[in-house]
């Protein structure tokens, strides 16, 4: 199993740990073998991260599918006008985001990635605060799945595709069918999942405790079955956001900007609130590792700089009973 940390590509996160050296020295000194990259529009580091990079989590849009479909009546409802759209997305319809997805793909197997993770679910800004859907989980798996075709179909199969659940539509590992919708849908020949534990406790508003989480992800792997055979790899971290869930959904907040721009900041801190990525820190998060027996392990946690990611790392670890 490859134990890895999620950790962007930019300079100056690598910076914090100077030279190849003294990154290889505090992946080992954490137990780790490498990371899980995240493209920073930014030219990658490799000359730090030589063979550390495992992993390649492929840049996305959380809202896509009207972009996809070219549907400039939703486009403009969203943004304002067509403009406002082009300048959000750096380009509109669907040859630019299939354009920019080759762009990230061609990134990623040029690092030399074992794996890449992407995406399957669709939300606007308003609907993350209305929870009231435009398109149905359906739409966003098949139009998912021509995607992934289209970027990988007809070529080698060097490295594993995995597909990551989210709460929003698309896939959220809580309904067996349309997780075999969209493995059916996937042609490539080593497709697998990335199950995120954390985005899975988010589709759940009534956990309480981690114990809770830790129970709950059971009871969604017992409902799938054999389909569990797909989970090749793990974002560990967990996510109690039920209570703000159930005090800030519903409405879009009275004080929501009127600028696009502006409203993408302001969900920031919304998305932060229920997606949490806080370290595990009970021991029975152990048995869903036991019970899975991933390829790739990686901790993906929310922290800022060099010391708060490690200490969250180790946190983890020592829940796990590693450290």
Known sequence: MYELMSLPMS???LDEYGDAGGFRAELDALGLRGVEGVWAME???TDVLQDSLIGYHLTFFTDWLDLYRENDKALIEKFGSLEAARGIYGGLGRDFLMGFYRQDLARAKAAGAKY???HVSDVSIEEG???RWRHSSEEVIDA????VNELLGGGEAPFDFL????????FTMTDPALTARMLDGVAYPKKGIMLDTGHLMNTNTGLATERDGVAYIHQMLDRHGDLCRYIRGLHLHQSLSGAYVRENIGAVPEDFPKDCFEQFAFNYGHVLNIDQHRPWTVPEVRTIIDRLEPDYLTH????VGAEERR???RAQRRALGFA
């Open 144 to 147: 998912s799945a021509e995607i």
């Open 129 to 131: 605060f209305t929870y």
């Open 116 to 118: 890449i993770v992407f």
């Open 163 to 170: 597909l990551e659940n989210l709460w929003w539509p698309g």
């Open 43 to 45: 030219p990658i580091p």
């Open 311 to 313: 200490q969250a790392v």
């Open 11 to 13: 300079a100056g996160v």
């Open 300 to 303: 993906e946690l929310s922290a």
